[in-house]
């Protein structure tokens, strides 16, 4: 090993702290791969070794830990009395659990737990054996069509036709190739099965896929979803049928009655999944290229050629497949050379160079997240295409809320374009561990060097320059769960591990005496170490300052590492283990000789457990601290062993009472370990639970108390989630993170819901996720009693009771009766305390429509009082008319609508071609129009006018007409059709639709008036085309929808063209004949027509072509004033009119203040007289008017 002399031992201190304990020797020659003498001490250095059993391990095997025991079904405080418990689990017919492991018995005498550790320079880790004999096969009547060797080939599985012939000519029965052994011979040789693990302990997935020629023999495959046990909990197939939906388990033929039917009780049954995959988006077997769980328990499969899948723990579809790659046109023009499947997303390089990342997110909680995304990232949801009525019950809960946000890293694109050279391999480091928030891509390049993208708005690409760090291009990256470094694996099989930053190098450690190709597998163990796997040569884990230690797997084919945050997950074809370093309280305590506190704690109680004298003297001179205490309860809750745990926990309770016994006769230490009397006036709000001393005297539980007690209940969860059947492995520090919210969640998607349940009530979870919980184990029961077959059957009134009985938490439901009043009684029984269960029962309802329970689903949804769950319970179940009464009376659009839509693609979904979609879409109106409220009928109609039913001819508007007149709705329908045409601009589309709305309302009695407006209408547009077209001139008579605007261009147009004035006159005459205009309003359009384009001869000439006007005179007067005319002309029309005070009006108004003055004293006006005064600039009118109005005052 080597280390850069620029490192600096403070860096090194900070990041690798080494244990105070100085250790023999461990090395006898420098040169880590010499040969020594077999019988030294880690005689070689090679880590390729095999190792000699070292001194620590002598009395074991191998250096195991000692075995392990679980609580018995009796002890376990989470098992379940009640036969119909949907987890409860039965042995099949050859004895055993079909599926699952075993925890191993522990021996008699444990030895010292230190005996079981290795040491990596001075941090110890340990091997913990979880489960043994696993079997990871799905045998018995449901198992798939893949060959039954696989039972003895691990996770390895191959397509039993794959390795068959027919036995002769015609015959169509097959008989295998190979024998076992030839057969796992080959499996091994000629398929690479991928296994990767949900982190903090979650369920494991497997895919087999084909290697080199056996890809035309292996065409299909499946991802197989299980627990870390071995039980099955989904089956993904590859290909994916298309229009045929998916099947989870059974026998793989899309049939949900087949894949129960021989299911066995200890495997959950499967259930299939929610929609099937299009047909250009089918893939087989050689076209997997990857697959990942995210943090949020999404399992992505990658493609070749960049298409991604998503999953849920149940194996259910949640968005639809999308391109990684240029997946703006639809298809990836390049393959997936490297992708790395990191916490929250997955990215891919291409072939071509492109690189883009893919990142999962919440579409409630990450809404700031989505809007400052890069400008050309693009957004992945899930489409509402489901079309059957149990397309809302078979949707998976996390395509809710999940949101894909796929982003091409354009830049590294240029960069790597501009400087002629490659990427090899990519990183992506997790959003929390950056600083800006969002994730960063790493890049290794073909000149040793590392370029840094984050997927930030400017995307502004770092390259770290580490080429001076680096001899050889780097292969592979991982980084270590906290983020701060990064482990690298070069070309020249040098791995190197730099802060992520790339200011300082931790170590080189050289592994080409071992292997000269890339491990088959590189990852953290925890934050210390770094764990590597090559084929058929164990496990070589490398620590700080280039400490080794190897774990030798002899008896296995396959192994397959799965990093934790605090561990490393070990898969075997038959064993599941972790690798972890040992705690440091652990080793503190349970360390050879050690003289700590609580390891002094530990042999004092054991010495009282076995009854010996010699408690007391340890505990003597150094009497135990309550850091003592709290680090044996702490040490505790990290170990799997159960007897290590009671034994740990026992030393603190011993530890408490020594100490309170201690404490009694000091009043001021009194009661500061097991409790003291509460006193309200120094603490009024109290702090904890209070008890009861026996003497009536409140009680404060001390901290050691609450954190024993607390410790003692986190680890009966810890044993129950790591039993076999369930299959949970979780350490203490992932159960902190996950939190017991996720936990539940995680066994709910497990198919745990009653122990899940049983859970939520031992932590006193909040009542919501009590509720769910029980909803969740009353929804596995209806799924149960429907598997049972016709034979052991309930009716639906049964089981909707029995269903009730769990969601409300009750032992035993009331008898049903009979049928014909199961409806009333139910009702009758919850009708006060429905609200109090708001959204179980619509979510019983829905998994009771998915087992094929619609009268079960009918009996629970009486009793919903929740509108946002009640709804689609009622569309999953095809209650559509119920669905649009709850959503009408709500008066919620959203849901009316929703529902509408349901309604649609129902109506769609039963046509069988292309030629019945008009039936189908005739069939929906009726039902809209007969069957749903008015407020459906509104609703639809507003949604068609939306998209184009008031201004275009589009689809919405013809099915806006189409239902209107469906509906009789004549006035409606007509009016639409009339608003369309009047918006078209082509001349012929316009007549032929406002003909149409003319049909549309002759249909009705009360729409004639409409039809003649519509008629008239029409004749006028072709009057006007006419006249354009006589004219050869777009300004006459240009398209509108007024006569009287089409007169008023005509008569403008006469002002220009004078030698057509008299034709252009004539017509517009016709044109008021025509449409019967009257006289006066035809007189005045000509009065203003003429005043305005200055025709002021055929102005007089209209005055005088009759002897009295109809309009009368002031019109024309006005009109000649306007137009600033000779004060003669105007004089001519003001003479004419019979009214005085109309001629003294016009006469001011055309400033002929004498005249105006004159005719008002003579029809002795005095308001008029004041206004000509006023007006005036005249002195000598002003006086006149002054004397005149003397004379009449």
């Not at 519509?1014 to 077209?1029: A, G, N, S």
């Amino acid at each position: 090993t080597s280390r850069s002399p620029s490192d600096g031992s403070v860096g090194l201190a900070l990041v690798f702290a080494r244990m105070a304990k100085t250790l023999p020797a461990r090395r006898l020659s420098t040169n880590p791969f010499e040969e020594e003498d077999l019988d030294a001490l880690d005689a070689s250095n090679n880590p390729f070794d095999s190792p000699p059993v070292s001194p620590r391990i002598s009395g074991l095997t191998g250096g195991v830990p000692p075995q392990l025991q679980h609580v018995p079904p009796s002890n376990n405080p989470f098992d379940s009395d009640d036969e119909d418990d949907p987890d409860q689990q039965v042995d099949d017919e050859h004895g055993g659990l079909p599926g699952t492991a075993t925890l191993q018995g522990t021996p008699s005498e444990l030895p010292s737990a230190e005996a079981s550790w290795q040491y990596l320079g001075d941090l110890p880790y340990r091997r913990i054996p979880v489960y043994q004999n696993v079997r990871w096969t799905d045998q018995g009547k449901g198992a798939s069509n893949f060959s039954a060797f696989s039972a003895s080939t691990g996770l390895a599985q191959f397509p039993a036709g794959a390795a068959t012939t027919p036995k002769g000519k015609g015959s169509t029965s097959k008989m295998p190739i190979l024998d076992a052994r030839e057969m796992r011979q080959w499996i091994q040789n000629s398929t690479f099965t991928q296994v990767v693990g949900c982190p903090h302990g979650g369920p494991i997935a497997a895919v087999t896929l084909p290697l080199g020629p056996t890809a035309a023999r292996f065409t299909s495959t499946e991802v197989r979803i299980l627990s870390n046990a071995g039980q099955l909990l989904a089956k993904i197939p590859f290909p994916q049928r298309p229009n045929t939906p998916q099947s989870k388990g059974g026998s793989g033929d899309g049939n949900p009655s087949k894949a129960g039917a021989g299911t066995n009780a200890q495997t959950p049954t499967p259930k299939p999944t929610e929609e099937s995959v299009p047909a250009q988006f089918t893939r087989g077997a050689a076209d997997i290229f990857k697959i990942g769980f995210t943090e949020r328990g999404i399992l992505v499969v990658l493609m070749r050629d960049s298409l991604c899948f998503t999953y849920d723990i149940e194996g259910q579809s949640i968005l639809p497949p999308f391109f990684l790659l240029d997946g703006t046109s639809g298809s990836a023009t390049a393959e997936v050379m490297r992708a790395d499947i990191y916490g929250q997303g997955v990215a891919c390089l291409g072939s071509n160079k492109h690189v883009a990342i893919c990142e999962f997110l919440h579409s409630k909680y990450d809404v700031a997240y989505l809007q400052g995304a890069h400008i050309t990232a693009r957004e992945i949801r899930r489409k509402s295409s489901s079309s059957g009525p149990e397309a809302a019950a078979r949707a998976s809960p996390t395509a809710s809320w999940t949101v894909a946000l796929v982003t091409p890293l354009t830049t590294a694109l240029e960069w790597c374009s501009t400087r002629f050279t490659s990427f090899r391999t990519v990183a992506v480091l997790p959003r929390h561990c950056t600083s800006h928030g969002r994730p960063e891509v790493f890049l290794s390049t073909d000149d040793h060097s590392v370029i840094v993208v984050p997927v930030t708005s400017s995307m502004e690409l770092v390259d770290v320059d580490c080429r001076h760090r680096m001899a050889s291009p780097i292969v592979d990256m991982s980084f270590c769960p906290n983020g701060r470094f990064l482990a690298c694996f070069t070309e020249a099989s040098m791995l190197t591990v730099m802060s992520t930053t790339f200011e300082t190098k931790v170590l080189d450690f050289d592994t080409s005496e071992g292997s000269s190709s890339p491990p088959l597998a590189m990852q953290w163990c925890g934050e210390d170490s770094v764990v590597l796997h090559w084929k058929n040569m164990g496990i070589l884990m490398v620590g700080p300052y280039g400490d080794w230690l190897r774990f030798p797997y002899n008896n296995t084919s396959a192994v397959h590492l799965i990093p934790e945050m605090d561990a490393c997950r070990v898969i075997t074809d038959s064993t599941v283990e972790l690798l972890q370093r040992v705690p440091p309280m652990t080793a503190n305590l349970l360390r050879i000789g050690s003289i700590e506190g609580s390891a002094l704690l530990l042999e004092a109680s054991d010495a009282f457990t076995v009854g010996t004298v010699s408690d007391d003297v340890l505990l003597s001179d150094n009497p135990p601290k309550e850091e003592d205490i709290s680090l044996c309860i702490e040490a505790a809750t990290k170990e799997f062993d159960i007897a290590t745990q009671k034994r740990l926990l026992r030393a603190a309770s011993y530890g408490m009472q020594f100490l309170k016994q201690q404490q009694t006769g000091n009043s001021a230490t009194a009661g500061l370990v097991m409790g003291g009397a509460l006193n309200f006036e120094a603490d009024e709000g109290g702090m904890g639970e209070q008890n009861n001393n026996g003497d009536g005297e409140a009680v404060l539980p001390s901290y050691t108390t609450r954190q024993f007690v607390d410790s003692a209940r986190k680890l009966r969860i810890l044993n129950a989630l790591r039993n076999p059947q369930v299959g949970f492995i979780l350490t203490v520090t992932q159960y902190d993170a996950l939190t017991a919210t996720g936990v539940l969640g995680r066994l709910i998607s497990m198919q745990r819901p009653s122990l899940a349940s049983r859970l939520a009530v031992y932590l006193k979870l909040p009542k919501a996720v009590q509720l769910y919980a029980r909803a969740s184990k009353a929804a596995a029961y209806v799924q149960k009693v429907h598997n049972l077959g016709t034979a052991e059957a309930q009716s639906d009134t049964i089981t909707a009771e029995k269903a009730i009985a769990i969601i409300q938490n009750e032992d035993s439901p009331m008898d049903a009766g009979d049928d014909e009043s199961s409806e009333r009684k139910i009702v009758a029984k919850n009708k006060n305390n429905s609200s109090m269960f708001r959204g179980a029962y619509a979510t019983v309802a829905m998994a009771a429509t998915k087992a094929g329970r619609p009268g079960v689903a009918n009996l629970l949804l009486l009793l919903e009082s929740s509108v946002s769950d009640k709804v689609p319970a009622l569309i999953s179940n095809g209650s559509y008319v119920d669905a649009m009464a709850v959503a009408t009376l709500a008066r919620d659009g959203d849901y009316i609508f929703s529902t509408l839509m349901q309604v649609e693609k129902a109506c769609l979904a039963a046509a069988g071609n292309a030629s019945e979609i008009t039936k189908a879409q005739s069939t929906f109106w009726q039902t809209v129009i007969a069957k749903l409220p008015p407020e459906a009928f509104h609703t639809l109609r507003r949604f068609y006018l939306a998209n184009g039913g008031s201004s275009s001819g589009g689809e919405g508007g013809n099915n806006a007409v189409n239902l209107l007149l469906r509906a009789q709705r004549f006035t409606d329908a007509g009016a639409t059709l009339a608003k369309r045409g009047m918006a078209e601009e082509d001349p012929r589309e316009k007549h032929g639709v406002l003909q149409e709305a003319s049909r549309v309302f002759g249909l009705g009695k009360e729409t004639a008036f409409y039809k003649i407006c519509t008629d008239e209408y029409v004749e006028l547009l072709k009057d006007q085309e006419v006249i354009r077209t006589k004219y050869g001139a777009t300004e006459v008579a240009p398209p509108s929808t007024s006569v009287t605007a089409t007169l008023v261009s005509v008569l403008h147009y006469a002002a220009t063209h004078v030698r057509e004035q008299h034709r252009l006159l004539s017509d517009a005459d016709k044109i008021a004949k025509k449409f019967r205009i009257p006289d006066r309003r035809l007189w005045h359009i000509k009065v203003k027509a003429f005043s305005e384009s200055g025709q002021w001869s055929n102005l007089k000439i209209l005055a005088d072509s009759r002897t009295k006007s109809p309009i009368g005179y002031a019109p024309f007067a006005r009109a000649s004033i306007r137009g600033k005319q000779p004060a003669s002309e105007i004089l001519k029309y003001i003479e004419r009119i019979a009214v005085a005070e109309e001629r003294c009006d016009l006469l001011s108004e055309a400033g002929m203040w004498k005249r105006a003055l004159e005719e008002a004293i003579r029809i002795r006006d005095l308001g008029r007289i004041h206004n000509v005064k006023a007006n005036c600039n005249s002195p000598e009118l002003q006086m006149q008017a002054d004397q005149a109005l003397a004379k009449l005052t």
